[in-house]
């Protein structure tokens, strides 16, 4: 895959089944939703040791391209947001990046940006777009990311939302606990855990310290405007890639917490 070109995740293989496309409506091709994946560099570019999971070889391709294809079409499957079949995969620096009002990022704990970035991005934000961030673990990892959005949000503080929040009912009704949301990463997942336990260990390896409580997490502007949207120690980004893995897995997670939930966040932030 070349970062440099692609464009969008229909063109990248996928490793599991074939996600169906869709025809756009003749005269309204762009009139609609994309989910759009940004495209970072790690501060340890070209890293591939692995640590138990985690660790800074992984990179923004996590999930890739399957996540994106089969998000979207369940958004429109399930929704009434007309929704673009083939995703789009882009840069910061990519000419076209104000096209699309939200950018989605995964494994952002080791992420660098360069000071153009950085510059971008505070435009970006600052004139109305939104960041979606998911997927990545632990106390080293959200320190990281946070350090970067210091840098593109200077003065910016994070709020922790909690269910009570308009978000986890604007569509589907998950005012819960926010334990009983977390989804575990598939290869990962212990089956014996009791999701009621909020002190319970969804997976059978260590994600490393600071990973045990899920958090969602906003940078606002002064308007009270999300910005940026984290989701903290939570993989729910495999709960849309993992279709057709395991039905079990695909029963308890996917239908019933993943894509509830980012239909939820997708709706609340294209609406606010």
């Not at 940004?38 to 591939?48: K, S």
């Not at 977390?182 to 009791?194: A, G, N």
Request: charged residues 25%; negative net charge.
């Amino acid at each position: 895959m070349d970062e440099n070109n692609v464009r969008t995740a229909r063109e990248t293989g996928s490793h599991a089944a074939e996600t169906p496309s869709w025809p756009r409506t003749p005269g309204f091709e762009r009139d609609l939703f994309t989910f759009a994946r940004l495209i970072f560099q790690n501060e340890t570019p070209g890293l591939r040791t692995r640590s138990r999971g985690y660790g800074p070889w992984l990179g923004w391709w996590v999930d890739y391209p399957d996540a994106d294809l089969n998000l979207s079409w369940r958004l429109q499957q399930m929704t009434s947001m007309r929704t673009d079949p083939d995703g789009r995969v882009l840069g910061i620096l990519d000419e076209d990046l104000f096209d699309y009002p939200l950018l989605y990022l995964e494994h952002a704990g080791y992420m660098q940006l360069s000071e153009p970035e950085i510059v971008r991005l505070r435009g970006y934000l600052n004139n109305g777009g939104v960041l979606f961030v998911n997927d990545f673990w632990n106390r080293r990892e959200w320190e990281g990311f946070a350090a970067q959005m210091a840098k593109v949000l200077p003065g910016h503080a994070w709020t922790d939302l909690a269910t009570d929040h308009p978000l986890f009912r604007c569509v589907y009704d998950l005012r819960r606990p926010m334990h009983q949301l977390r989804v575990p990463t598939m290869q990962f997942w212990d089956e014996d855990f009791d999701p009621r336990d909020p002190a319970a260990n969804p997976h059978r390896v260590d994600r490393g310290e600071g990973s045990e409580d899920m958090s969602i997490r906003m940078l606002a502007d002064e308007a009270g405007r999300i910005q940026v949207l984290a989701i903290h120690n939570s993989d729910v980004s495999d709960g849309w890639e993992r279709e057709t893995e395991s039905d079990a897995y695909f029963s308890r997670f996917s239908e019933k917490t993943a894509y509830p939930l980012a239909i939820n966040i997708l709706v609340y932030l294209m609406l606010h």
